[in-house]
Structures are given as C-alpha cells and as structure tokens.
C-alpha cells in the first residue's frame, strides 16, 4: 500500500488511503499537552526518531500535524499517496527537500507554501536533535475547483498554472503572518470534540487558504514596514485580537491609533493579507462560537457581548460563517 523504508529513511505520510488510528494511552506522556482532542492519533518511534501525527477530515479538508524529533541523523520521506494540494506552514526549523524533480526547496521556519503533490516520493534530511513542527491542509484539486465557487477569493489560486511533477504552486514562499498564526493556535488549542470541532476547525482551515491566496494575490504591492511601521501594526492586531467584544469600526480603531481609515485599511490588508472589516467580523464569530458552545450562556446574552440587536441576527449570522446549525449544536453539548 505505502512503499517500505529502512535504516535512516523515514516514511511521512502526507495522507492516507485508509485511517487506522491509535488510541491516545499508545502515545508517550509528553506528547499528550499537544493533542487536539478531536484528532485522529499515530505515532512512531525507533532509535532514530519520533514522530507524532495528527489528523482531522473536515469536509473538503484533511488537516494534519507532524511533531517530528530526530535523535540521529535521518532522511524524512515524505510520501502523497494520491495527487493533493497541501497548504503547508513550518515551524520550529528549517529542513531542505533535495527530491522534487527540479533543484529542491528549502522549508524555511514561519513560512508557508502551496504545494501541488503527485503520488510521489521526496527526500527532506534532519540532523540529529533537530525538531519540527508540519502544519498542513490538504485537498484535493477537484475540492478546491467547487470551493472557488463559494469562496471566489480562491480563484488566483485556482488559475495557478501547475507543473506535470510534485511543485510549489505559488512563485515565491510567504511568512507565516500574525492572522495565520491566530488560527493555527486556535485549531492547536482547540478543545471541542464532535460536531462543535469539525465546524470550527473548517472554518479555520477555510480562512487559512483565503489568508494565502490573498498573500499570494498581492504579493507584489507589499512593501516590507519600518520598525516603527511594524511596531504599529502589531499594537493594532493586538488590540483587535484581545477586545473582540468592543463594538469598533475601522474608522474608530484608526483614529485610536492616530492614522487615516483609508492608510490603515491599506497597510492592514498589506501586512495581514485580509482586509480589516473582514478580521472584525472573524473575530466577532469566534467570540460568538466559542460564547454560544458555553452552557451556562444564554443566546441573549451572547448577542449583547457580540454587538448583535437581536438574537435572530446573531444566529444567522454565526450559521453562515461556520456553515452549522446553532441547534443542534447547542443540544449536543
């Protein structure tokens, strides 16, 4: 089914055929902080290395987490059993792939690349004490082609001209932005199990692609900030994340931080990759979710937190975003 390694070569599967899971009592107890509890457990080990992956099927996405540990040199293999795009994200250290059928690629720490994977195999060298973390969401191409047409944000990334072999999609690696981050912390620390995980963590996935294909779309009109620039902007995102419950407009938090609406909605959209109404209504939603999956609260007074008149606007809303029934989820809690 999977081709077979031995000695130094370790097979890494990006996905695969069949799921055959491990019950988390098989998982050393170090590892268990770094579960998310709705995932699909697998682990190896040997003299060599440890490898703990994660996976979650989420409707059009397959989302995986790869904590990977050498304690002697080795060569990680990985392997696409059937053809995918992977929405990859590298933390923690920087590893080269000397496989692809062009001159390689290196995996650069906080950046993040579109892969389009043939049923291939590749060679990515560690060094002994090297760690990693592969954060990836795969889909299949014929996914991504009926998502654009719900989400037409996608379609630069739909109209990518692909290589016949295993290639990066996009023309140039992009850093892992403070909005991505965001999301994965959310999907990694996500404590939902059930129905109230799979339509959260979708959602993140979701807004991950709409985050890079955004990146990728205006590449070329981002100028990298001055220190001050940078400083700025990070106090703004910081703001925004930790009083999601204030009802601000965009005109409101540029006049907070002394700049004209139209200077902050442009420098947003350049250092975060989404607009800046678009990131008020995320964080809205995720504070309504993760409100509204509380017991002990009452969809009244989560429309009073999110800013909403009426209850009925709040669950429209949240039933959109997160494409559920606020029901029915709220009856199986």
Partial sequence: MYPTLFEENKLLLIDRLEQSYLPATYIPTEYLPLIIPY????YEQDNDYNMLSQHVPLGPFSLWLHDVFARKDIVLCPYAPFHLWALHFMYEDTLRAVTFKTNGFTLEEKQCNLFNL???MHRV???AGQKILSFHINILPSAFMQLVQTYPGLQSLANKRLQKHSSIINEKPYRINAVCNMLIQNIVSCRY????????LERCCLDLFLNFAQQDAISDEVRIPN??????????FEYMVEHPHQPHTADQIAKMFDMSGVKLATAF???FSVGINAFIHMLKMMLAYNSLMQQCVSLKDVAHTAGYKTVDELVREVEKYYNCNLAALRRSM
């Fill in 118 to 120: 043939y049923a291939d």
């Fill in 269 to 271: 959209r350049h250092q």
């Fill in 125 to 127: 060298p560690m060094f």
């Fill in 193 to 200: 199990i059930e129905s109230q995980a799979r339509h959260y």
């Fill in 39 to 42: 995932a699909g457990l697998y």
């Fill in 227 to 236: 220190e001050t620039q940078a400083r700025l902007y990070h106090d703004i």
